[in-house]
């Protein structure tokens, strides 16, 4: 099993920042690519959003458009941690933020990730 343990997140105004991490463990890190979804308030488990995701090395990020251009996700392979920072954060981005992992390539859909994260709110309220 692949454990992630997520950290971060919180209250933060319209215009703010926050990164968020998520710490792997069980098996090797680097094996995987990562991704972060996301689950807005009311909306079921089937629809959590994909926000980004980053290949094995690092090398290779994709974003959604909406948060293409504020939001960056990293992962340092020695840490066996992946973050997403997240700028200029808007009431929209409110949400239970996910991290995911699956096995060696990047994906898009949730479904194809085999362990998550516990989640972490984010809420971006005035």
């Known amino acids: 099993q692949l454990r992630l343990v997520q950290s971060g997140g919180g209250l933060v105004q319209p215009g703010g920042s926050l990164r968020l991490s998520c710490t792997a463990s069980?098996?090797?890190?680097?094996?995987?690519?990562m991704a972060w979804f996301r689950q807005a308030p009311g909306k079921e488990r089937k629809e959590r959003e994909f926000?980004?995701?980053?290949?094995?090395?690092?090398?290779?990020?994709h974003y959604a458009d909406s948060v293409k251009g504020r939001f960056t996700i990293s992962r340092d392979n020695a840490k066996t941690t992946v973050y997403l920072h997240m700028d200029r954060l808007e009431p929209e981005d409110t949400a239970v933020y996910y991290c995911?992992?699956?096995?060696?390539?990047?994906?898009?859909?949730?479904?194809?990730?085999?362990?998550w994260g516990q989640g972490t709110p984010v809420t971006v309220s005035s």
């Open positions: 069980g098996r090797p890190f680097s094996d995987y690519a």
């Open positions: 926000v980004a995701n980053i290949n094995t090395s690092g090398g290779s990020t």
């Open positions: 995911a992992a699956t096995l060696w390539y990047i994906d898009y859909d949730a479904d194809t990730h085999d362990f």
